[in-house]
């Protein structure tokens, strides 16, 4: 069992007070909400038995420095590297070719994205800042929307006073407004827009997030960047013509994949000309890799930042750093980076700077110190970083096939967008498995706010 606090406050508690005196309505209200089809096609078997539940003090508090965190993560290249996009994209051992992409994209990106996060008993703490248009999760929103519909859940939503916030309400919100110029203020067409490859393993999400958005009335047409023409100037999708783009092809696929890019070029110059509303630029990626955070969590570039600023990054972000043979601050000492990692194992993670479903992860804690010898050079050789442990809250869950409690860890992600917090999406795990993987024991859930007076 993990060396961890439980979650507790007044709603948690009677919530599994009322689950585990027999409360069979509330304990079957997942399974009882009435989910879309599509939804249900690609999250059946993965949904936590209940919500889970925060009060809002925490989730204001973690908002309002993830948005002071964003700002200062994106000045970076402009307080560290005077402006020099290709100096930063060097620091961040980025391969030549998606440097050379990116550096064309100077200036601040669209505040739009997920914070990935634990809660650690006492609030939140960043893992990492997935910036841009590419987010999962979205779709989760309905499970929240659902449970409302459920009579047992909605009375004991409203004797606590329950919040929940709709990621997809927030996004169509946003959509309407950025494609205004180009609709004259109807509701845009909007193309889910992948890379030549296809959406492979996450068709089945993509068209739960179709299903999502039909309910807030906008239209979302699936496709590959290589499917859209051209007629009279604006860009079509399958017959559709489209007002703005979801863009989740990235600057890889641009260098990986034949024909990525001319396809791609085409939509810039759309966007460039306003014939099309790119959501979002290949400006994001510029702070989408994971090693930007070691910039920040590097206390040697702390010059750049004031006091507190400083303190802001502390208090969110975790001690991060690039894996390099280099010296180091660690516990208020300066050390030799790769030593110290060798003798702090189980106090730390590596992690590649763009992986996807917790690829490549190494955790200290569960890895000898053979692997883990192994894991660090590894790292150095390809430019992974390395960070401090989270230890996780346990989420206690009362099982509904056998009445007792089952205890998850939870992988909260945070979405933000220009006008603020725009709902959470929800990833648990069981206690004992720490990495959140797509397992089959992976499920999802809603994120309902109390008021603090209720914790």
């Not at 249900?40 to 993965?46: E, I």
């Not at 990106?109 to 590419?134: F, I």
């Not at 630029?281 to 930007?292: F, G, M, T, V």
């Not at 660090?376 to 509904?400: F, H, S």
């Amino acid at each position: 069992m993990t060396d961890t606090t439980i979650a507790t406050d007044r709603v948690t508690d009677d919530y599994l007070k009322r689950c585990l005196s027999g409360d069979r309505a509330l304990l079957d209200a997942v399974a009882q909400a009435p989910f879309g089809e599509a939804f249900l096609a690609s999250n059946t078997g993965h949904l936590l038995p209940r919500p889970l539940f925060i009060s809002d003090e925490v989730i204001g508090r973690f908002s309002a420095d993830l948005s002071g965190f964003f700002d200062l993560l994106t000045s970076v290249p402009q307080r560290i590297y005077d402006g020099d996009v290709a100096a930063y994209c060097a620091a961040l051992g980025m391969e030549e070719q998606r440097a050379a992409i990116l550096s064309r994209y100077p200036g601040r990106p669209t505040k739009y994205g997920r914070a990935d996060a634990y809660h650690d008993g006492e609030a939140l703490r960043l893992l990492e800042v997935n910036v841009g248009s590419a987010q999962g999760g979205i779709d989760y929103s309905e499970i929240g929307r659902m449970l409302l519909r459920v009579d047992a859940f909605e009375a004991f939503a409203a004797e606590h006073g329950l919040v929940h916030v709709h990621m997809g309400e927030n996004i169509a919100q946003l959509y309407r407004e950025a494609s205004a110029g180009v609709t004259g203020g109807a509701d845009p067409v909007i193309g889910l827009v992948e890379s030549d490859s296809g959406f492979g393993s996450y068709v089945k999400q993509a068209e739960s997030y179709v299903e999502m958005m039909a309910a807030q009335g906008l239209e979302v047409v699936m496709g590959t960047v290589g499917e859209i023409t051209e007629r009279a100037g604006r860009l079509f999708l399958h017959g559709r013509r489209i007002d703005l783009i979801q863009r989740h092809f990235t600057e890889n696929e641009m260098v990986t994949e034949p024909g990525v890019a001319e396809a791609a070029e085409r939509v810039f110059d759309a966007h460039d000309e306003g014939r099309v509303v790119l959501w979002t630029s290949l400006r994001s990626s510029l702070y989408h890799n994971k090693a930007a955070l070691t910039l920040l969590s590097d206390s040697r570039l702390r010059a750049a930042f004031t006091t507190d600023e400083a303190a802001l990054i502390d208090r969110v972000l975790p001690w991060t750093r690039l894996l390099l043979n280099t010296e180091t601050e660690a516990d208020g000492q300066t050390v030799d980076l790769i030593p110290y990692c060798r003798e702090h194992r189980k106090d730390l993670i590596i992690k590649q700077q763009r992986s996807f479903r917790a690829d490549g992860i190494v955790p200290g804690w569960d890895t000898s110190d053979e692997d883990w010898a192994a894991a660090l050079a590894t790292g150095v050789a390809e430019g992974a970083l390395v960070q401090r442990r989270v230890i996780r809250r346990a989420e206690p869950v009362v099982n509904p096939d056998t009445g007792a409690i089952d205890e998850y860890a939870a992988t909260w992600g945070v979405f933000f967008t220009p006008h603020g917090y725009a709902g959470s999406s929800l990833r648990a795990m069981p206690i004992d498995d720490e990495i959140p993987r797509y397992r089959p024991t992976r499920r999802n859930a809603a994120v309902f706010q109390f008021p603090a007076s209720a914790a």
